[in-house]
C-alpha cells in the first residue's frame, strides 16, 4: 500500500480534485470548458516536457520560457513583415533550439553551472525579445493557414490536442524505449558509472538542453498562431508553472525521477486547478498561492535531483 501510494497517490489526488470541480464549479463539466482546459495544458505540456528532458539529465534550465518569448517574437516579426509563414515557423523553432544549443555548449563545454548558464541565456533571451519588437507586440490579420496550426481541427480534435499527445508520446517513447533514453536517464542518475559504462554523457546533457530549447520553439509557434500576435514577455508565465508540472510529476508513477507521464499528469493538474479556481470565483492570486504550495511540496520528494541539477559541473 506504501508503494501505491508513492506511485500514484498524486495522480488520485487530481483525480479528487477533478470530481470536487465537476461537483462544485459551475460549467466545469461541459464539453467546451474541459476541451479549453486541454488547450491551455497543450503549452504547459510542451514546455515542461522540454524541461523534463534537461532534468533527465541531471541540468535545469530555466531559460525555456524566455526563449519561446524570443521564438515567439521572432516567428510573429516575420509573418507581420511579409515572410511565408512556413518560413518564419521554421526560424522560430531554429532560434530556441539554437538557444537550447547555446547552454548545452556552455554546461558541456566551458564547464557553467547549469542554473547560471541558463540565467544567462534567459536575460539575454529577453533583451533580444525587446530589442526586435521595441517593447511592442506583433499584431496582424495573418494567413489561415498558419492560424489553423492552434486554432485548427483534426478529425474533430483541435490540432493544439493532437499536437501536445504527439510530444509527450514521443517523448515517452525516447525517454523509455530507445537506448537514448536510457543513456540520458544513466547520465543524470549516475554520470561518473555511465561515463565509465562508455556513455557519452557529455552529449547526452547537450542533447537534453537542445531538446529543452526545441520544445520551447514548438510552443512558442502554438502561441503565437493561436493568439495571433506575439509580445516580448507571451511565455514568461510558463517558467514556474513548466517547473511545477515537472516537480509535480516527480511524485508520481516514478518518484524522485523525471519522468515524462507524470510530467503532463502534472501539467494537467495545474491547468485544471486554474481553471477550476477561476470558475468558483477565487481571487486571482489564490493561484499564485497554490502554486507556490505545489513547488515546495514537491521539491521535499526531488530535492536531491534538483541540487545536483543545480550546481553540478
Do not use: C
Not at 509573418?79 to 548545452?104: D, E, M, Q, S
Amino acid at each position: 500500500m506504501r508503494d501505491f501510494i508513492a506511485k500514484y497517490g498524486t495522480a488520485l489526488a487530481g483525480l479528487l480534485v477533478f470530481v470536487f470541480l465537476l461537483v462544485f464549479a459551475r460549467n466545469f463539466a461541459s464539453s467546451a470548458n474541459l476541451l479549453n482546459v486541454l488547450k491551455q495544458t497543450s503549452f504547459l505540456a510542451i514546455l515542461a516536457t522540454g524541461f523534463t528532458f534537461a532534468l533527465l539529465t541531471s541540468e535545469l534550465d530555466l531559460s525555456f520560457a524566455n526563449l519561446a518569448s524570443l521564438a515567439a517574437v521572432v516567428t510573429g516579426g516575420l509573418i507581420a513583415g511579409g515572410t511565408f509563414w512556413a518560413l518564419a515557423v521554421v526560424a522560430g523553432l531554429a532560434v530556441a533550439t539554437l538557444g537550447g544549443l547555446v547552454n548545452g555548449f556552455l554546461v558541456t563545454g566551458v564547464k557553467v553551472p547549469s542554473l547560471i548558464a541558463t540565467l544567462g541565456t534567459a536575460a539575454i533571451a529577453n533583451g533580444l525579445t525587446f530589442m526586435i519588437t521595441g517593447g511592442v507586440a506583433f499584431v496582424g490579420r495573418w494567413d489561415p493557414m498558419f492560424l489553423a496550426l492552434a486554432r485548427g481541427e483534426l478529425f474533430g480534435i483541435p490540432v493544439l490536442v493532437v499536437v501536445m499527445a504527439a510530444v509527450v508520446l514521443i517523448a515517452w517513447f525516447v525517454t523509455r524505449k530507445t537506448r537514448l533514453g536510457t543513456h540520458m536517464l544513466a547520465t543524470g542518475e549516475a554520470q561518473e558509472a555511465a561515463h565509465r559504462a562508455g556513455i557519452a554523457t557529455r552529449r547526452m546533457k547537450l542533447i537534453g538542453l537542445t531538446l529543452s530549447g526545441f520544445a520551447a520553439g514548438i510552443a512558442a509557434v502554438l502561441l503565437v498562431a493561436n493568439l495571433s500576435s506575439a509580445s516580448p514577455q507571451m511565455a514568461g508565465d510558463y517558467l514556474l508553472n513548466g517547473i511545477a508540472a515537472v516537480l509535480l510529476g516527480m511524485t508520481m508513477f516514478e518518484p524522485g525521477r523525471p519522468n515524462i507521464a507524470g510530467t503532463f499528469v502534472g501539467a494537467l493538474i495545474i491547468s485544471m486547478l486554474a481553471n477550476g479556481l477561476v470558475l468558483l470565483g477565487a481571487p486571482y492570486y489564490l493561484q499564485d498561492i497554490m502554486l507556490g504550495v505545489i513547488v515546495i511540496a514537491s521539491v521535499s520528494v526531488s530535492a536531491s535531483v534538483l541540487k545536483k541539477a543545480a550546481f553540478s559541473v
